[in-house]
């Protein structure tokens, strides 16, 4: 009886060892999609806080602007010169400029409001399951000196 008890324990203590490499196997996979879905989300968030940071200084480009003419084209250039700057690098971008506090009376408080939207590439994690692209849009107001505007 012994010895077929030692001949059991010894034959378990066999196929424990691939039990291991299996362990392995099965958790290597997971570590790499949860550092790959780790590095999306600081993407994102880096991302969105760049696009931030367009989305103001193009507010504030427009707001400098002594007409309604003039502000769309320099929060443009603004909002393109801001991402480059940051290494963002948007397939689709829109600045989009409301004017409409350029009509306001003096001493109104009015500002100029823009909304910058960016579609940001994902294609290139290669995480199963996850979009290749994530559109990000942030807005942003800078108020508009009424003083300034006609002279």
């Known amino acids: 009886m012994r010895t077929s008890w030692r001949r059991l324990r010894a034959a378990g203590g066999e196929r424990g060892a691939g039990g291991q490499s299996l362990e392995l196997l099965l958790l290597v996979p997971a570590v790499l999609v949860l550092f790959a879905v780790m590095v999306a989300v600081g993407r994102y968030q880096l991302g969105t806080s760049k696009i931030d940071q367009a ?67 994902w294609s290139d994690l290669s995480i199963p399951g996850w979009p290749g692209q994530k559109t990000i849009t942030s807005t942003a107001a800078s108020p508009l000196d009424l003083k300034r505007i006609g002279t």
Do not use: E, Y
């Open 55 to 121: 989305a103001g200084a193009a507010a504030r480009a427009a707001s400098l602007q002594s007409t309604a003419a003039a502000a769309q084209p320099a929060a443009q250039s603004a909002a393109a010169a801001s991402l480059d700057g940051a290494g963002i690098t948007c397939q689709n971008i829109s600045v989009i400029v409301d004017t409409s506090a350029f009509t306001a009376g003096a001493g109104s408080g009015a500002a100029v409001q823009v909304s910058v939207t960016c579609t940001v590439q």
